[in-house]
């Protein structure tokens, strides 16, 4: 059996006492590129901690519950790093969120401030009129106080307070895909703990460029920000994340490393082939949930190597690392957690089977820290001192997991369990299908329909009934979806993964296999199968 990942762990120098010490040390050092400037290491430390002694200033102290919601851009960063100076605990706001699902991170984690881009105010307003807040602060021209106020506080000083490395100066909430989310406290201890795993992975020297798309409402774009602060990189930032622009962007900005989540290496996959291609001077993509069918294919045509992980909000960004390249495999735990595959009865099974993923920290304060005043569903994701993932997964007899999709991400019909991952991943190597979601829908006869949502590859009319009937001899008849919607795009996560809990579940607005007579799944007679 392989060992585990070696890894130094985390230690106690905490992210507000390597920003002190940079500033002084390289306060020339480009920290980040965007839109043609360039933001240097002083000049960022002073702004972040003016932003700092400005909230304490105004009343804020320590513990205290700040939301921020805001775009990809440098002030976003000098917001973050501001909190997290002070102790301040942040509490990332989707952007994209509105209505009740605005609302829902105010009430559920107790916000007490809010720093917010003034393009969102329209939608904040009945927010912040149900749930007045003691401080808001306008990212643009709104008056009263702004963003712009904090950095004009005179003082640029280090701020007088501190947090310590296992106090917690962040909510970050659980991806939400199928429910409501739940706020994951965040110390500054296991903040910096995935970013140690991260250059681990990506074996990054300083003075390497990251392409830096990733939202930092999400934990996967401030374990960037936070590694390229220990690992003395340079961020190449965009402002959202774009296919067709990925590679020019990273040659633009010379990234030597790129990053990917969720879907996006099968979308810049699909993008039409051309001569840029190859033509920049990234060596290693990086991240999690590449898809094993396209691992190979992505790597050849672009010329970059494969790097997969896995990781958990509840835990630290990777908890396993793949170092040997095996392809779908997201590899070996790290060594402060150890890994087991486990049963409905949490005991371990055999490797080859398939069981929930589970995870068990060598070291309490790198483990679960709980879910913000909600201590039913901590108690919930715990078995003893295992941590329950809520994954698929199955270990290979040398030691390599590979993660099988979501346990609860599945429908029951006719008395059998259909993972959506195996659903999905057939219906994506149909030529004209982009991207697609399965669901489960309700049934006359109990348990569930399968619904599935497809957004189509651009100029194709693919239809429904030619898709079924391509689907029928490629899965199980009990796989196979009853409506198909069509769709030309999903809410997502800032990990651009589905939020299925958003999906509709209604039936009439979608073609129904069973309504239009054909049956797809019927084996052809001697006869049609010759034709």
Known sequence: MAPDVALAPPGDRTLREELDAQAISAPDRIFCRFGGQALRFGAMDAAVNRIANALLAAGLKPGDRVALMLPGHPDHILCIFALAKIGLVRVPV???????????????FAVDALIADATHADALAPVLAARPLRHVFWRGGLGGATLQTLLDHPDAAPPPVAPRADDIIAITPSSGTTGAPKGV??????????????????????????????????GAGVAVLIAAVFGR???GMVDRFSASRFWQQAKELGASRVHYLGSVVPMVLRQPEGPADRDHGVRIAWGGGCPAEVWTPFSQRFGVQIREGYGLSELITFTTLNMTGKVGSVGRPICWYEAMVADAEGNAVPDGETGELCFRAKDPKLGFLGYFRNPEASAATMRGDWFRSGDLARR??????????????SVRRRGINISAWEVERVLLDHPEVEEVAMIGVPSALGEDEIKIFVRRAAGAALDAATLLAWCAPRMPRFQLPRFVAFVEDFPRTPTQRVRKMELSRDTDDCWDLEASGLDPGRKPSTAEARR
Do not use: I
Not at 94 to 108: E, I, V
Not at 188 to 209: F, N
């Open 94 to 108: 989707n952007t994209a969120l509105q209505g009740p699902s605005l609302a829902y991170p105010f009430d559920a």
């Open 233 to 235: 990189l340079t961020l």
């Open 396 to 409: 290979d007899a040398d030691g390599d997991y590979f993660f099988l999709g979501r346990a609860k991400d």
């Open 185 to 218: 406290l965040k110390s500054d201890r296991t903040l910096r703990a995935g970013p140690v795993a991260l250059l681990h992975l990506t074996g990054a020297q300083p003075g390497e460029t990251f392409l830096f798309w990733e939202a930092m409402h999400h």
